[in-house]
C-alpha cells in the first residue's frame, strides 16, 4: 500500500469514522447531544495538537482546525444549543471552497499544489514540467479548481441547513455522507472533464506524466478503407 493510501486511510479513520463511533456510542450511553458532538470534535482538536506538541509541524490548516474548534465551542457555550457544534464542518469546507477559489488569482491554482503536496520530488518536478510546457493543462487545473471552490462552497452551505433544520442526532452521519458525495462527485467531473479536454488538445496524463497522443498516419492511396 502507498503512503498517499496509508495517508487516506488515516485521514478517514481519525476525521470520519473516528468522530461517528464516539458520537453514536456515547449517544447510546446516555450521554446528552452536546457532550457527545464535543467528544467527538476533539478527535480532530486532539491530532492538531500532537501534529504542533510531538510533530512540531505547523500549518495553516493545523491552525484553522483549532481556531474553527475553539470559536465553534465557546459559539456553543453562547447560544447554548448544540446545534452550534454541528457547523463545524461548514467551517472547514467553507474555508476550503474560499481559498481554492482566492488560489485563481495567485500564479498556481489550488489543485495544483494540492498535488505537489500528496507527491514525492520526481512527480513534482514532472507536474511542474507539465505546468510550464502546456496551456492546456493549465486550463484543466485552473477549471476544475474553480469548480472545487464552488462545490466546496454548497456543500457548506447545505450543512449549515442540515445543522439548523435536521434532527441533531442525524446530521453527524448525514454529514458525512455529504462529505463522500461532493468528493466522489468533483473527483468523477476533475477526472472526466480533464481528460476529454487534454484528449482534445492531442495530450494525456499517463501517471502524472503528459504526453501526446500519437496521430495516425493518413493512409495510403488506393488503400483500402
Known amino acids: 500500500m502507498s503512503g498517499v493510501h496509508r495517508g487516506l486511510l488515516s485521514v ?3 476525521e470520519l469514522a473516528g468522530p461517528l463511533a464516539i458520537f453514536y456510542g456515547l449517544r447510546a450511553a446516555g450521554v446528552s447531544q452536546w ?3 464535543l467528544a467527538a470534535g476533539a478527535l480532530s482538536a486532539a491530532r492538531a495538537v500532537h501534529d504542533l506538541v510531538v510533530e512540531r509541524r505547523v500549518s495553516g490548516i493545523t491552525v484553522f482546525v483549532l481556531g474553527a474548534m475553539m470559536l465553534t465551542v ?3 457555550f453562547v447560544a447554548g444549543s448544540p446545534r452550534v457544534l454541528l457547523i463545524r464542518n461548514a467551517w472547514g469546507t467553507c474555508a476550503l471552497g474560499l481559498w481554492a477559489l482566492i488560489t485563481l488569482c495567485g500564479r498556481r491554482p489550488f489543485l495544483y499544489e494540492a498535488m505537489r503536496v500528496i507527491s514525492d520530488r520526481d512527480k513534482q518536478q514532472q507536474w511542474a514540467a507539465n ?12 477549471v476544475t479548481t474553480a469548480v472545487w471552490g464552488a462545490a466546496l462552497l454548497a456543500d457548506a452551505a447545505l450543512r449549515v441547513v442540515m445543522a439548523a433544520t435536521l434532527p441533531i442526532d442525524v446530521v453527524p452521519l448525514l454529514d458525512d455522507v455529504l462529505l463522500i458525495i461532493t468528493l466522489a462527485a468533483l473527483l ?12 482534445r ?3 494525456r496524463l499517463r501517471g502524472v506524466e503528459l504526453v501526446r497522443i500519437p496521430v495516425e498516419a493518413p493512409g495510403l ?3 483500402s478503407r
Open 12 to 14: 478517514v479513520a481519525l
Open 35 to 37: 457532550i457527545a458532538l
Open 74 to 76: 465557546a459559539m456553543s
Open 131 to 142: 505546468w510550464s510546457d502546456h496551456p492546456p493543462f493549465r486550463q484543466v487545473l485552473r
Open 188 to 199: 468523477a467531473f476533475q477526472r472526466l472533464y480533464g481528460r476529454a479536454y487534454l484528449r
Open 201 to 203: 488538445h492531442g495530450l
Open 221 to 223: 492511396p488506393g488503400e
